[in-house]
């Protein structure tokens, strides 16, 4: 089942924050974030693993609340080079990716 | 650099063709995948591989096939039993699949439309 995220878009200013969330029915292993431009590859961001762990990024952060199966991404002060559609992926114990819709994220100057 | 070349960027398919899309990677990853991108929707997984000579069926697998013969590729056959192949195709691949730990890397994709 693949994990919802919201809002589905969302548009900012320069230097404004925004939380992205994203829910599943299912345990969580664990949670990937991706940003993806426009006809281009999804980039890795972050990963948040079950009992804590974080890997990723420096300027993008993440939270995990296992219990609630959920994650959110925070985009503090933000630039144009945020701008694209952020997709979160559930890792689960059958060792696949389930990937959400995506959240499209515009900065504007 | 290391990554994953994925060719052709494009790719037309005849009515009752088939067609194959190739992934390389030299990362030295175990683990490649193949995604399918459809407007507005999210990444769907078509097939998975944790080692070469092994492959595993995505949620989306009907009317695609692949092969794993060699670590470094991965490539993926559109068959003429997949009716609306018209999709953007992403491969990846990750140091090993391990309940979704590792991080994936991706190809740039290959757009495939019907003529």
């Known amino acids: 089942q693949q994990p919802v995220q919201s809002p589905q878009a969302v548009i900012l200013r320069e230097g404004e924050d925004a939380v992205i969330n994203c829910s599943s029915s299912k345990a969580l292993y664990s949670v990937h974030w991706y940003r993806q431009k426009h006809g281009e590859a999804p980039v890795f961001l972050m990963i948040l693993l079950k009992g804590g762990e974080q890997k990723g990024h420096e300027k993008i952060s993440a939270s995990f609340n296992e219990k609630k199966q959920q994650s959110s991404l925070y985009l503090t002060a933000s630039q144009l080079s945020y701008s694209g559609t952020y997709f979160c992926g559930t890792g689960r114990n059958d060792y696949k990716l389930s990937f959400g819709a995506g959240t499209t994220v515009t900065v504007r100057a | 650099d290391g990554g994953i070349t994925q060719s052709p960027k494009y790719l037309f398919r005849k009515e009752g063709q088939n067609v194959t899309l190739s992934c390389e990677q030299n990362l030295n990853h175990d683990a490649m995948y193949w995604y399918r991108q459809d407007p507005g929707q999210g990444l769907r997984l078509i097939y998975y591989s944790q080692i070469v000579n092994d492959f595993q069926k995505g949620d989306i697998a009907e009317g695609y096939s692949v092969s794993r013969e060699k670590k470094e590729s991965f490539p993926l056959t559109v068959t003429s039993a997949q009716k609306n192949p018209t999709a953007f195709y992403l491969c990846?691949?990750?140091?090993?699949?391990?309940?979704?730990?590792?991080?994936?890397?991706f190809g740039d994709g290959t757009r495939l439309s019907i003529l």
């Open positions: 990846a691949s990750s140091v090993e699949q391990a309940r979704g730990n590792q991080p994936q890397h």
